[in-house]
Antibody, heavy 119, light 107 residues
Framework: EVQLVESGGGLVQPGKSLTLSCAAS????????MHWVRQAPGKEPVWVAR????????EYADFVEGRFTISRDNAKHTVSLRMHSLRVEDTALYYC????????????WGQGTMVTVSP | EIVLTQSPATLSVSPGERATLSCRAS??????VAWYQQKPGQSPRLLIF???TRVTDVPARFIGNGSGTEFTLTITSLQSDDFAVYYC?????????FGQGTRVEVK
């Protein structure tokens, strides 16, 4: 079964750090770009970051402003998102998602891990 | 960045009726639009990509159409399982973006 399972979310104060993890299984992991997408309550999903199959190419949304780092461990089939200097506006459900090979869409989503940034 | 505008924000439909959801892109032309369904407490589920290609196991009552800057998702006969929020997404140009969603509710 194709599966993505996120972990690591929680309640943190502004300015603190958090690392999200995503365990992938059931598919050829290195063939796929992996992304993090977040969704604030009642809002549409918003792309956060992506990493290529080799792990040597990464890209971030403008609002990240150098605070987040995406990485992958192909031996362990995991993707991580390290987040520093968290802000209240980073509060959202963070999804690990797989990009479909033949199109720029997300065909597999994890269940999400909630990040709440609050004083 | 391409902005996607979905309409209406909420669509009230009776079971068995047809629902038509719209998505307008601020730039085009493109056919690189996808549709997702999201039920309460669940992750989004990809239904359609390349404007009209259904993903495996998506029922035939879900029909995607459109090109240029205007796109539609039609659900030909709404089932109880179809009441949800639907998002369109464009991947014509990077940064890929989502619309703000259309909620399909029971009339």
């Amino acid at each position: 079964e194709v599966q993505l399972v996120e972990s690591g979310g929680g309640l943190v104060q502004p300015g603190k750090s958090l690392t999200l993890s995503c365990a992938a299984s059931g598919f050829p992991f290195t063939r796929h770009w992996m992304h993090w997408v977040r969704q604030a309550p009642g809002k549409e999903p918003v792309w956060v970051a992506r990493v290529n199959g080799y792990g040597d190419t990464t890209e971030y949304a403008d609002f990240v402003e150098g605070r987040f780092t995406i990485s992958r461990d192909n031996a362990k089939h995991t993707v991580s998102l390290r987040m520093h200097s968290l802000r209240v506006e980073d509060t959202a459900l963070y999804y690990c998602v797989r990009r479909l090979l033949e199109a720029g869409v997300y065909d597999v989503w994890g269940q999400g891990t909630m990040v709440t940034v609050s004083p | 960045e391409i902005v996607l505008t979905q309409s209406p924000a909420t669509l009230s439909v009776s079971p068995g009726e047809r629902a038509t959801l719209s998505c307008r892109a601020s730039q085009g032309p493109t056919f690189k639009v996808a549709w997702y369904q999201q039920k309460p407490g669940q992750s989004p589920r990809l239904l359609i990509f390349d404007s009209s290609t259904r993903v495996t196991d998506v029922p035939a009552r879900f029909i995607g159409n459109g090109s240029g800057t205007e796109f539609t998702l039609t659900i030909t006969s709404l089932q109880s399982d179809d009441f949800a929020v639907y998002y369109c997404q464009q991947y014509y140009t990077w940064l890929w973006t989502f619309g703000q969603g259309t909620r399909v509710e029971v009339k």
